[in-house]
Nanobody, 115 residues
Framework: QVQLVESGGGLVQPGGSLRLSCVASENSFRGYAMGWYRQAPGKERELVASITSRYITNYADSVKGRFTISRDNAKNTVYLQMNSLKPEDTAVYYC?????????WGQGTQVTVSS
């Protein structure tokens, strides 16, 4: 069964940075677009960044200019570099295949932005 394992979250002060990683256990990873999603308490999960198999990226307006998605197909890994973090970025972050996530969801990684 395909597994998506997210890591790299933590507690950071406003204005700080974090780098998230997601490793896929699927060898066909490189042929798929990948996305980073987040879900804050009491809110629906939302797609915040995506990258196609040809490295075309797209971002939600709320993170544009602050987050950067990238991928390393040799490692079956997708990254999310998050800079200038804000308290409203606090959420559990997940990776999956956009738009809606066609693979079983992983456990996610908690990002908390607080002073």
């Amino acid at each position: 069964q395909v597994q998506l394992v997210e890591s790299g979250g933590g507690l950071v002060q406003p204005g700080g940075s974090l780098r998230l990683s997601c490793v896929a256990s699927e060898n066909s990873f490189r042929g798929y677009a990948m996305g980073w999603y987040r879900q804050a308490p009491g809110k629906e999960r939302e797609l915040v960044a995506s990258i196609t198999s040809r490295y075309i990226t797209n971002y939600a307006d709320s993170v544009k200019g602050r987050f950067t998605i990238s991928r390393d197909n040799a490692k079956n890994t997708v990254y999310l570099q998050m800079n200038s973090l804000k308290p409203e970025d606090t959420a559990v972050y997940y990776c999956n295949i956009p738009p809606g996530g066609s693979r079983p969801w992983g456990q996610g990684t908690q990002v908390t932005v607080s002073s």
